[in-house]
């Protein structure tokens, strides 16, 4: 498939900066997730890069927790919004329209979530690519799906590849990662 991580574009030299800067806040939005396996955060930030930032992270939402779900932790994957689709949620929540904006996000976006950012107009991904390179088996071919229909939409899709100024250490995958990993 010609959607590899390796094909993911590399910041360039006008956004260095603030790609840097918002992987940080989606890290520290990545922290805010208490899924035991795999920590996820997502921030939008609109197209000049400086005005209103939406954050979120991979979690249960509120009314499910009320109800008592997930009853099982198999049932974790049905339950869990995705970081990517949560922020876009958000963002419309409080009255945002998202076309045009950038989106930071820790890990790659699935399938779904590729759907959604198509859909609501994201021009521009930035994510990590050693955790791209990284993810599981069971994600692969969601992830590398994604990637290429956000790329055939004309979506920008960055891979930032070396640590980012900041102590890491969030989960991925189950095990804790930290700077060094994101080499
Ligand atoms: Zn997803």
Redesign the pocket.
């Known amino acids: 498939m010609d959607s590899k991580p390796s094909s993911l574009l590399i910041t360039d030299e006008k956004h260095w900066w603030l790609d840097r800067m918002y992987l940080q806040d989606a890290v520290r939005a990545a922290k805010r997730s208490v899924d035991p396996n795999t920590q996820v955060g997502s921030v939008l930030v609109v197209p000049t890069g400086i005005g209103v930032v939406v954050r979120a992270w991979n979690a249960v939402p509120p009314k499910l927790l009320q109800a008592g779900y997930p009853i099982r932790t198999e049932e974790k994957n049905y339950c869990t919004e995705?970081?990517?689709?949560a922020v876009i949620f958000n963002a419309i929540r409080n009255g945002l329209k998202t076309d045009g904006m950038t989106m930071y996000c820790t890990w790659a976006?699935?399938?779904?979530?590729?759907r959604s950012i198509i859909n609501f107009g994201i021009s521009r991904v930035v994510t990590f690519s050693a955790l791209v390179d990284g993810s599981s088996q069971h994600w692969q071919d969601?992830v590398f799906h994604?990637i290429r229909m956000m790329r055939d939409c004309g979506i920008s899709v960055v891979g930032w590849r070396g640590d980012i100024g900041m102590e890491l250490s969030m989960r991925f995958g189950g095990k804790k990662i930290t700077e060094k990993d994101l080499i």
Do not use: L, T
């Open positions: 995705h970081a990517e689709r976006s699935c399938s779904e979530c590729a969601s994604g």
